[in-house]
């Protein structure tokens, strides 16, 4: 399985965050596709996730910015983060969630920056 | 939310060590706890699930244990490649949450 994520390095301040994840050598039945963040020089944070059915669960402290969406015809699922503010600025990470909540398959990650 | 704290935060030891950190959650967890491993610029990686379980492919020198509100990840004999900063993380309860992090550097 790999996890390929894609989307802009540079978005600007109360704009939105858009970013893809593309599973390969797997199904994306059955998992949950969870979507983590690493602010530089920081820890990780968990944002949410999708299940297979399209279920998802936010972190709370994001409120209504957060939305997480599946295209299972493409086996891609999508992140987008509203109001972005400079404390977003973050390694995003794409992540599939075997079980409950271990994140057993990560993407390479992308820097996405807040700046205008 | 639940908040887990990693002792010590940083760590220095040589090749051979055998080295031990923990992870402390503020309610019980249950064995509900995993730990990741994540090295300059790459993403992290599964090392122990279930708090004691050895994720495929992981060396057997990687040993997790603990449960409630105490964990432990042992590591019985440094190798070179295990330096690097480790994570723990609770799936209790939502949000999913991560400690801070045990960085491990050379002595």
């Known amino acids: 399985v790999q996890l390929q994520d894609s989307g802009p390095g540079l978005v600007k301040p109360s704009e939105t965050l858009s970013l893809s994840c593309t599973v390969s050598g797997g199904s994306i039945s059955s998992y949950r596709w969870t979507w983590i963040r690493q602010p530089p020089g920081k820890g990780l944070e968990w944002i949410g996730y999708?299940?297979?059915?399209?279920?998802?669960n936010y972190k709370p402290s994001l409120g209504s910015r957060v939305s997480i969406s599946l295209d299972t015809s493409k086996n891609q699922f999508s992140l987008k983060l509203t109001s972005v503010t400079a404390a977003d600025t973050a390694v995003y990470y794409c992540a599939r969630s075997r079980g409950m909540g271990l994140f057993d398959y990560w993407g390479r990650g992308t820097l996405v920056t807040v700046s205008s | 939310d639940i908040q887990l704290t990693q002792s010590p935060s940083s760590l220095s030891a040589a090749v051979g060590d055998r080295v031990r950190f923990t992870c402390q959650a503020t309610q019980d967890i249950s064995n509900n706890v995993n730990w990741y491993q994540q090295k300059p610029g790459k993403a992290p990686k599964l090392l122990i699930y279930d708090a004691s379980n050895l994720e495929v492919g992981v060396p057997i020198r990687f040993r997790g244990s603990g449960s409630g509100t105490d964990f432990t990840l042992t590591i019985s004999s440094l190798q070179p490649e295990d330096f690097a900063t480790y994570y723990c993380q609770q799936y209790e309860n939502l949000p999913f949450t991560f400690g801070p992090g045990t960085k491990v550097d050379v002595k």
């Open positions: 999708i299940d297979d059915s399209g279920s998802t």
